[in-house]
């Protein structure tokens, strides 16, 4: 039973443009969404997290936003560059646990 | 990357062999968490420990079994490997006051 659904598989964009991968989770006890970035033969790492007390968050280039009636959230990179080419992945997790609960991850490139 | 370390890199086994992989760290975190990750799947948690004495079946502990042997290390055993355990593994490491897990450079196993 897959709780966190993410797409798109994959995604092309051109640098500079916007990217946005999306995320859907079922659990309403869920109160931790963090968003991991992992290269090639690379641990994922923790790019932006948002718990559900705010609808944005933003880092840099970097904003989550969240809906908590719709049970999404999302991320933005804004300006993206071919550096950002990477396999994106959201997770959920209560937070007094902090089991994660992977979506299956996108795989973004950045077209120079 | 650097305060998880994973040992050994890469693993060739042979169906029903015993395998271990190891994970150790450096910074004095009490959680610690061992995950698989396949094509297409995501990330999903084996086992998980918080404290040497604390040991917990994360969705997929079939088949698995793991050892807090200090607070420093904890180890993954494969009993009898099968091929669908094919796949990479990550060890993470939580530091609570950051809220965030740390992940190391992960074991890729295959079993014929």
């Known amino acids: 039973q897959q709780q966190v659904k993410q797409s798109p598989q994959s995604l092309i964009v051109q640098k500079g443009g916007i990217s946005i991968i999306n995320c859907a989770y079922e659990n309403t006890a869920f109160d931790y969404f963090p968003w991991y970035q992992q290269f090639p033969g690379k641990g994922p790492a923790l790019l932006i997290a948002?718990?559900?007390d705010v609808s944005e968050k933003k880092e840099g280039r970097f904003t989550i936003s969240f809906n908590k009636s719709a049970k999404q959230f999302s991320l933005h990179i804004m300006d993206s560059q071919p550096g950002d080419s990477a396999t994106y992945f959201c997770?959920?997790?209560?937070?007094?646990?902090?089991?994660?609960?992977w979506g299956a991850g996108t795989k973004l490139i950045i077209k120079p | 990357d650097a305060d998880v370390t994973q040992t050994p890199r890469n693993r060739i086994t042979k169906t029903g062999k015993r395998i271990m992989l190891e994970c150790s760290q450096t910074k004095g975190h009490d959680r610690m968490y061992w995950y698989r990750q396949d094509p297409g799947l995501g990330l999903r948690l084996i086992y998980y420990?918080?404290?040497?004495?604390?040991?917990n079946k994360g969705e997929i502990s079939d088949g698995y079994s793991v050892s807090r042997q200090a607070q420093a290390k904890f180890s993954l055993s494969l009993e009898s490997a099968i091929p669908n355990q094919t796949a990479l593994y990550f060890c993470?490491?939580?530091?609570?006051?950051?809220?965030?897990?740390?992940f190391g450079p992960g074991t890729r196993l295959t079993v014929l």
């Open positions: 997770a959920a997790s209560m937070a007094s646990n902090y089991q994660l609960i």
């Open positions: 420990s918080f404290d040497v004495k604390d040991i």
């Open positions: 948002i718990r559900p």
């Open positions: 993470a490491l939580l530091d609570i006051k950051v809220d965030e897990q740390f």
